[in-house]
């Protein structure tokens, strides 16, 4: 039976010593989408989608509504019914661009579900995932929120900022986060979009361009990391829960497997580095307010 892994994710499970556990796992990705995932993403009030510019970027997105933004259409697509907002790079990049991975997370539950595919923009405006790939993940590093609707502040559009390096506050935001996201890309395989966690200052922040954090144990299959050892290529996504803005980072990332580095940072199995090469903040980019309930238990100190 071919493998569900691409040469890249085998490559870091292989050195990660998890090859069987992998191949065990792997078994729960599918081509559809379960019934049992057709109600949980009618729920949801946002996902966040990985996507690739021109020049072949990923960019990590979030889009948001209320709940029913995104409907299954049958076993195979899913519509959301929602535009980026302004500045945001998937609204290009959906127009030349069809590789995309997204991911929904109920951040009170701790469940997430992972699909990646195709996309395309329908005649009615929203946007069509065609699945390759979907499964569900487990809930480990997820910190727990609950959301509710945030009246906008004023009626004006977002306020977008773009440079090539990281500004102090944009530094202290990075350094004081719990949560991020990360777009990987394969030239063949498609984009992948998935979710770290841990501890606020699990982030190291080295200057105004580079950036380091540790990779914990998880499920073994490597999707992003697996990407990133073919295509450096990554982006980032941090959301701020409680003012509705976002940032996001487009830039190269490397694995990290010198036992003395690792070592800084407790509970790591690897690190990866980040360099940036292009910054887009977004003030009032979503009308969602999250309230903290707990970290995740799996966090390290």
Same mark, same amino acid.
């Given at each position: 039976?071919?493998?569900?892994?691409?040469?890249?994710?085998?490559?870091?499970?292989?050195?990660?010593?998890?090859?069987?556990?992998?191949?065990? /796992?792997?078994?729960? *990705?599918?081509?559809? /989408?379960?019934?049992?995932?057709?109600? #949980?993403?009618?729920? !949801?009030?946002?996902?966040?989608?990985?996507?690739?510019?021109?020049?072949?970027?990923?960019?990590?997105?979030?889009?948001?509504?209320?709940?029913?933004?995104?409907?299954?259409?049958?076993?195979?697509?899913? &519509?959301?019914?929602?535009? $980026?907002?302004?500045?945001?790079?998937?609204?290009?990049?959906?127009?030349?661009?069809?590789?995309?991975?997204?991911?929904?997370?109920?951040? =009170?539950?701790? &469940?997430?579900?992972?699909?990646?595919?195709?996309?395309?923009?329908?005649?009615?405006?929203?946007?069509? /995932?065609? =699945? +390759?790939?979907?499964?569900?993940?487990?809930?480990?590093?997820?910190?727990?929120?609950?959301? @509710?609707? &945030?009246?906008?502040?004023?009626?004006? =559009?977002?306020?977008? !900022?773009? !440079?090539?390096?990281?500004?102090?506050? !944009?530094? &202290?935001? *990075?350094?004081? =986060?719990?949560?991020?996201?990360?777009?990987?890309?394969?030239?063949?395989?498609?984009?992948?979009?998935?979710?770290?966690?841990?501890?606020?200052? #699990?982030?190291?922040?080295?200057?105004? +361009?580079?950036?380091?954090?540790?990779?914990? $144990?998880?499920?073994?299959? #490597?999707?992003?990391?697996?990407?990133?050892?073919?295509?450096?290529?990554?982006?980032?996504? #941090?959301?701020?829960?409680?003012?509705?803005?976002?940032?996001?980072?487009?830039?190269?990332?490397?694995?990290?497997?010198?036992?003395?580095?690792?070592?800084?940072?407790?509970?790591?199995? @690897?690190?990866?580095?980040?360099?940036?090469?292009?910054?887009?903040?977004?003030?009032?980019?979503?009308?969602?307010?999250?309230?903290?309930?707990?970290?995740?238990?799996?966090?390290?100190?």
């Amino acid at each position: 039976m071919a493998s569900v892994y691409h040469a890249g994710e085998l490559s870091v499970q292989e050195r990660a010593g998890v090859r069987e556990m992998a191949d065990r /796992i792997g078994r729960s *990705i599918g081509s559809t /989408i379960p019934p049992a995932a057709w109600n #949980f993403l009618r729920s !949801q009030p946002m996902v966040v989608v990985g996507s690739v510019d021109t020049a072949r970027r990923p960019w990590a997105s979030l889009l948001t509504g209320v709940p029913g933004l995104m409907q299954v259409v049958n076993e195979h697509t899913v &519509r959301i019914d929602a535009r $980026p907002p302004a500045g945001d790079p998937l609204g290009d990049n959906l127009q030349v661009n069809s590789p995309i991975g997204l991911i929904a997370i109920e951040f =009170a539950t701790r &469940r997430r579900m992972r699909l990646n595919g195709r996309a395309e923009v329908g005649e009615d405006g929203a946007i069509y /995932i065609h =699945a +390759h790939q979907v499964y569900f993940n487990c809930p480990k590093y997820i910190q727990a929120r609950r959301w @509710r609707g &945030r009246p906008p502040e004023s009626d004006s =559009a977002p306020i977008v !900022q773009r !440079q090539s390096i990281l500004a102090p506050d !944009q530094q &202290r935001w *990075i350094h004081e =986060a719990d949560t991020f996201f990360i777009a990987s890309h394969h030239p063949e395989e498609g984009t992948d979009v998935s979710h770290r966690g841990g501890r606020p200052g #699990f982030v190291r922040v080295l200057n105004g +361009h580079c950036l380091v954090w540790p990779d914990y $144990p998880g499920n073994t299959m #490597f999707q992003s990391l697996g990407n990133i050892a073919v295509n450096p290529e990554a982006g980032l996504l #941090f959301v701020d829960f409680e003012k509705g803005r976002t940032l996001q980072l487009t830039g190269r990332a490397r694995i990290l497997w010198d036992r003395e580095r690792i070592a800084e940072f407790s509970g790591a199995e @690897r690190l990866v580095e980040f360099n940036t090469d292009e910054v887009v903040e977004i003030a009032g980019s979503h009308a969602l307010e999250w309230r903290f309930l707990d970290y995740a238990a799996e966090n390290h100190a």
